[in-house]
């Protein structure tokens, strides 16, 4: 097979942030895959970035996820650094990272993903604020 026909990084990560959108809207692959006209081997495929998703399939995943394109490229940049300064440009990413995501429930993603959309740093550092010192008070109260 030709290597510039295989998924890479950007791949993966496409695929990842596609996984992250459908389960913050509580989507089975099953039913992503019927509103796209694809089956669920299909989506899980894309997903795992085991296939590439071409740029008009992305368009209409994005117009079913009711999100910009754009949404599906968001940190690749800083991923696409990373995987460089480590020496891992065709890695894309941590098995690990994405093992502890998928673990977590559809508000934890839609929060994720939300924080992650805000550019503002000292909004975000105000927010993350709020948000540990929340989550210590409710700890709090859980011990008394």
Sequence with gaps: MNESKLPNL???????????????????????GHELGLTFQQVQKYERGVNRVSAGRL?????VMDVPVSYFFDGIAELA??????GR???????LTMDVIEKLDADTLELLDAFHRIR???????????????AAAFQDEDVE
Excluded: N, P, Y
Excluded at 15 to 32: F, N, T
Excluded at 59 to 63: A, G, L, V
């Design 81 to 86: 650094e990373l995987a460089e300064r480590e």
């Design 120 to 134: 503002d740093q000292k909004l975000r550092r105000s927010l993350l604020g709020t948000v540990v010192s929340a």
């Design 59 to 63: 368009f209409e995943i994005s117009q």
């Design 10 to 32: 950007v791949d993966r990560h496409v695929g990842r942030r596609m996984r992250l959108r459908r389960r913050a809207l509580k989507l089975s692959q099953e039913k992503l």
């Design 89 to 95: 440009i065709e890695d894309g990413g941590s098995d």
